[in-house]
């Protein structure tokens, strides 16, 4: 009788961890995404991004922490990681200007001009979205404008030569 008592408080406490976890996922989601953001500061990006990688781990719907993630791997030299990333932020957002501009930017820095002409007009032509700030969005947008100007009058050069 005793045996069967004990293995229902373990069943109960189980239960009650399991509950609490969940319920905490959000704060812990948040604490992880706040460290990282103290490791950016301090430019320890490989610890950032192992703490942005957790936090997406409890909430993998968190469009900023899969963007800053998709930027340490860009900042340690892993642009196809960083590719991976910014395309999972798109899916959820497909306005989300700052992941259309920085991948646009990867594709012309890999010498990818066509598949970076096609992100870079997605920035420029993107809605505001809840993800972006007004001084993000208007940044984002007006750069990858000005980008598209710039690589259509090297192509137009190298047309008239």
Known sequence: ?????????????????????????????????????????????????????????????????????????????????????YKKAIELDPDDVVALFDAGMIYRKSGDLKTAKEYFSKAAAATQSLNVTDQNYKFYTKSARTILEIIAKAENKGAAR
């Open 1 to 85: 009788m005793i045996e069967i008592g004990k293995k229902s408080n373990y069943i109960i406490s189980a239960v009650l961890i399991a509950g609490l976890f969940f319920a905490l996922r959000p704060a812990l989601a948040y604490l992880l995404y706040r460290r990282a953001g103290d490791y950016m500061s301090a430019r320890i990006v490989p610890d950032a991004a192992r703490s942005y990688e957790k936090t997406l781990a409890f909430n993998g719907k968190d469009v900023d922490s899969r963007n800053w993630l998709a930027y340490c791997y860009s900042l340690m030299g892993h642009g196809d990681k960083a590719l991976v990333e």
